[in-house]
């Protein structure tokens, strides 16, 4: 039996865009593979909002995080962390040799402007790195807020990670100041892992250029440079099958209307918000809840693990809690191409099988 995904990620992919996945192959240095790879990047700056270069990787989001961080830090990196996946980009940076520092807060809170800038103020740092949504807890950082900030130290790149957001919540990457934003394609988009994507300013561009020893696969610089020298090709073989699927997707996302599903993704989040007070309570901070994800505080002591067993049985998964957390809380995913009618479905199942 197939069991519905409300999971951080893989999430749920339409039947329509999963044949997509199955159109016959091109080549890839072809024109129609140029094409392609056009009509995906003009999307996707709708998508960002921006005007930058869209750059396109066969990896996961952590691959693009591994390749900013590397290619961008000059001097030394800032990395802020809400959870495991800040966490995890101070990690890349160690393992690459680039000097970082890492600054984190209890899992469940924010990072704060004031923590930026009083991290920026120092001078030490040229290039920043912040979780916008945090799958491990369940919040989404206040970017806006520390765009402004960021946008004092004119010196620094600002890296982003949207990898659970892009796509579910309005980011505007240009409005923002960030310079290299990053999704991937298992989340908020609404396809098949696989495939990260990232935008890329200008001042990356400059920036990369100073910094030697970028590695190779994941050089930012040299997937820019290869794009633009090529039309839109990339160095090596892409997945073409994301690409189809991608193209796909996008104009199903654009015709319904980026706003509005915006909108639907912040009710869906309400909705489930809402339940979880009622009956167990919410992990993250309430001024910074996700709009993707809500983690609920196992405040029942339930056997996270038998009502996922059973849920299972009728055709649902939600997930544990992450790292420590693990039974601790649990977690529902409300992204993608999920709709009110199916959060509703899964939540009576619950409601059953726990008898609340």
Known sequence: MHKKLFIPGPVEVSADVLAQMATPMIGH?????SELQHRISDKLRQVFYTQEEILLSTSSGSGLMEGAVRSCTLKKAVVFSVGAFGNRWHEMAVANNVAADLFEVEWGQATTAEMVD???STGEYD???????ETSTGLMNPVEEIAEVVKKYPEVVFCLDAVSSMGGTKIEVDKLGVDICITSTQKALGLPPGLSICSFSAKAVERAKQV????YYLDLLSLYDYIKKKDYQYPSTPSLSHMFALDYQLDKMLEEGLDNRFRRHQEMAELVRSWGRKYFELFADERYLSNTLTNMKNTRAIDVADLNKKLGERGFQISNGYGKLKDKTFRIAHMAECTIGDLEELLENINDILKL
């Open 29 to 33: 240095r072809s024109k129609n593979a």
């Open 118 to 120: 009083r991290a920026l």
């Open 127 to 133: 290039l920043l790195t912040v979780t916008h949504n």
């Open 212 to 215: 030697p020893n970028r590695g």
